[in-house]
């Protein structure tokens, strides 16, 4: 029977595999039900599981049903994730296979359901019925938006209480606004700072509250500070190509800010697929002869996309086509966009006990509205992509892997080489990154070989919360280590990890490229040009999807 299954090529379970999972889980099914027998007849009560805290509360222990049915779920998930790791097939099927089940495993857990779950049970009885009245408001009020709510969005404004930083827009075109902020001290360093935040999202990320605001920090450091603001694509950019992003988006931005400052070269920042763009761009205008950057940071960004982590198992060419013929330059019925609401679904089912089916028990099935939490706020705050720019960043980065390769693409025009960016670079990975793997991070070293100097950092936590890891607060650890070995575990072999938060190696990596002191500018922009067009956070952070 195996090898009947591996000469039609389909993915299988050997049956030595299966038989020993079958025996352990007849000997694991024995022994909670003697267990249960034994607890039964001692106090009359079944025992909750312990470790999982969708399970915790007492309500659990003391409801023999509810306590059976968590029991027998964590059996039965924890035998058919195991049937998934004993899967034979490639690697990429291996891990949609397990994928898969695992959406099944937690989408079918009893804390889901209201028959089941005694905690949202018990709290039913203790406030009559009043809980589940109130679920079904919250239910009638999360269809009417379009998606679960995970915190309380009237608390929050753009603008009142979220990017607060005070600044003003300088410039704009079709795609973006650049947002110069307020110095926050009497001198600055010549050379200004540029940030190119991602387009899947909002830039105020990196300036959610002042105690957290990496925006807020920059400007404290004594850097003149600009910040690229993407406009949420509407109809009227569905044809947008990756080509007119990089010209009119970073390429745009850079020559704007290098006119308002007098600087031949400034400083650059970009973060996730703002990194992405932020590279190509360079690469571009290296291939024209020119090198405006004297420094680049990278925060968790892909430029080699070998492995793309939980992402992979959305991409194929299958996949890329079917993109292709509803969204791309060639859909019958021209152009699209790609959603925001679609986007902020695939990466809250990345994991989703804690964006999905957490807030599905907690809004619907016991009745409590979400807190207020600013992250959860832009987590939410989704953006629209135009679907020509998004078919070609699938095709030619997360499919073919050609950015990575000399020569291999051509964007506005020039034969791109990341090699070919002289800048000192200070990259930047989150060792629990689920979106950019830390060790993918780390391969953009060896690819940006033509680089004065390469730093490499590795923060604690994950892809939001590694990055925005304030100073002030000393939480979590960070590594260092001056060796660059090809290899990212070589790498950490030979790193050392100290305490608190990466910013402050960041700042002083970057006080060292920021140039002499100056008096801070009086005015936003620069006298007889790119005078201020409106307050910062500007029109085009506030456009929903």
Aim: glycine share 8%.
């Amino acid at each position: 029977m195996v090898e009947t299954a591996r000469s039609m090529g389909g993915a299988h379970v050997p049956l030595e595999a299966m038989s020993r999972l079958q025996a352990d889980y007849l000997a694991q099914a024995a022994a909670l039900w003697n267990e249960s027998l034994t607890q039964w007849s001692r106090s009359g009560t079944l025992p909750a599981p312990a470790g999982d805290r969708r399970f915790a509360a007492e309500a659990w222990s003391r409801n023999p049903v509810a306590a059976a049915a968590a029991q027998a779920y964590l059996l039965n998930a924890r035998t058919m994730l195991q049937m998934a790791d004993a899967v034979q097939a490639d690697a990429k099927t291996k891990a949609r296979i397990r994928f898969a089940v695992q959406q099944w495993v937690d989408a079918a857990s009893p804390a889901n359901c209201l028959v089941t779950n005694a905690e949202a049970l018990d709290k039913a009885v203790q406030t009559q019925g009043e809980s589940l009245a109130q679920g079904l408001q919250l239910l009638a009020h999360d269809l009417a938006q379009g998606h679960v709510s995970q915190t309380d969005e009237s608390v929050f404004e753009v603008g009142r209480n979220v990017a607060t930083t005070e600044g003003a827009v300088v410039y704009e075109n079709a795609l973006f606004q650049l947002i110069e902020y307020k110095p926050l001290t009497p001198k600055v360093h010549a050379r200004p700072m540029l940030f190119v935040p991602p387009c899947i999202n909002k830039y105020y990320i990196l300036d959610l509250q002042p105690d957290n605001s990496l925006i807020r920090y920059t400007v404290e450091q004594g850097h003149r500070l600009f910040v690229v603001s993407w406009r949420n694509a509407d109809a009227s950019l569905a044809a947008t190509t990756w080509d007119d992003y990089i010209a009119d988006g970073p390429i745009q931005a850079i020559e704007v800010v290098r006119e308002i400052s007098g600087q031949d070269q400034i400083n650059l920042l970009g973060f996730c697929v703002g990194g992405t763009l932020l590279s190509t761009a360079l690469a571009v205008l290296a291939a024209r002869g020119q090198q405006p950057a004297a420094s680049v940071t990278l925060l968790t960004t892909l430029l080699d996309f070998s492995d793309t982590g939980i992402l992979d198992v959305f991409i194929d060419e299958a996949a890329v086509q079917l993109r292709e013929m509803t969204l791309g330059e060639q859909a019958p019925g021209g152009p699209g966009l790609l959603k925001g609401s679609e986007l902020a679904t695939t990466f809250s089912f990345l994991r989703p006990n804690d964006l999905v089916w957490n807030y599905v028990v907690g809004n619907y099935l016991k009745g409590e509205a979400p807190p207020a939490f600013d992250l959860l706020y832009w987590n939410g705050d989704s953006t629209n992509l135009p679907g020509p720019m998004y078919c070609w960043y699938l095709r030619h980065t997360y499919l073919d892997n050609a950015l990575r390769e000399p020569g291999a693409l051509t964007v506005c025009g020039e034969k791109i080489d990341l090699g070919r960016i002289e800048a000192p670079f200070f990259i930047y990975g989150s060792r629990e990154d689920h979106i950019v793997p830390w060790a993918s991070a780390y391969a953009s070293v060896p690819l940006l070989s033509g680089a004065q100097d390469r730093t490499f950092v590795l923060g604690a936590s994950g892809h939001i919360a590694g990055v925005i890891n304030p100073a002030k607060k000393n939480k979590r650890s960070h590594w260092i280590g001056a060796h660059l070995p090809d290899s990212a575990e070589d790498w950490l072999d030979s790193a050392t990890e100290r305490p608190g938060s990466w910013w402050p190696v960041w700042a002083e990596w970057l006080a060292g490229h920021g140039g002499a002191q100056v008096a801070a500018p009086k005015a936003y922009g620069r006298k007889g040009a790119y005078a201020e067009i409106e307050p910062a956070p500007g029109r085009y952070v506030q456009a929903k999807a």
